[in-house]
């Protein structure tokens, strides 16, 4: 029953190199966030949407940049990959306003900058 | 911003042992709080959420209730069994529904 998944799971790319990971929903929520996970960080957050085209950034947002040209699809893109970007990179949906419902994870994107 | 201060775990306990998570946040104005819980290898999961003063959010036999006046949401279950070893994050959130994560307790079940 997963509404929201992610791709792909698992990428090991070399330093410099582009890279593009996305996330699919298929609830129709207005809200999609990127977090990252890190030992001793907890999750923090990157870029966020509120809707098509609307995007805005989170705590973390150097060296990454999103775009959402459908309400389904949420693109996160590192520019040129660096070390400090390897990291598991969660997806998140919510629903109506956000604050109240919290968020719908998917299962992550293991990314390894070598 | 929100900032939030979990219990630093590891937490080990036996099985059918009484849970303690303590999670204390900073935060302007009052936001929604949740529970998330993150199973080996898995994405989180929302495990029970409280939106307004002393509302008690509860799932599974987990409890937390909001406390305004000590910006607390502790996470409390009476009997924990193997099957709840996972890792816990506390997580307020408002604005847009941006949320702030702590940095997770690990808990260990042993039977």
Known sequence: ?114 | GNSVTQMEGPVTLSEEAFLTINCTYTATGYPSLFWYVQYPGEGLQLLLKATKADDKGSNKGFEATYRKETTSFHLEKGSVQVSDSAVYFCAPSRDAGKSTFGDGTTLTVKP
Not at chain 1, 5 to 11: D, G, I, L, M, Y
Not at chain 1, 37 to 49: K, T
Not at chain 1, 55 to 83: C, I, N, P, Q
């Open chain 1, 1 to 114: 029953d997963a509404g929201i998944t992610q791709s792909p799971r698992h990428k090991v790319t070399e330093t410099g190199t582009p890279v593009t990971l996305r996330c699919h929903q298929t609830e129709n929520h207005r809200y999609m966030y990127w977090y990252r996970q890190d030992p001793g960080h907890g999750l923090r957050l990157i870029h966020y949407s509120y809707g098509v085209k609307d995007t805005d950034k989170g705590e973390v947002s150097d060296g990454y940049s999103v775009s959402r040209s459908k309400t389904e699809d949420f693109l996160l893109t590192l520019e040129s990959a660096t070390s400090s970007q390897t990291s598991v990179y969660f997806c998140a949906i919510t629903n109506g306003t956000g604050v109240s419902y919290g968020y719908t994870f998917g299962s992550g994107t293991r990314l390894t900058v070598v």
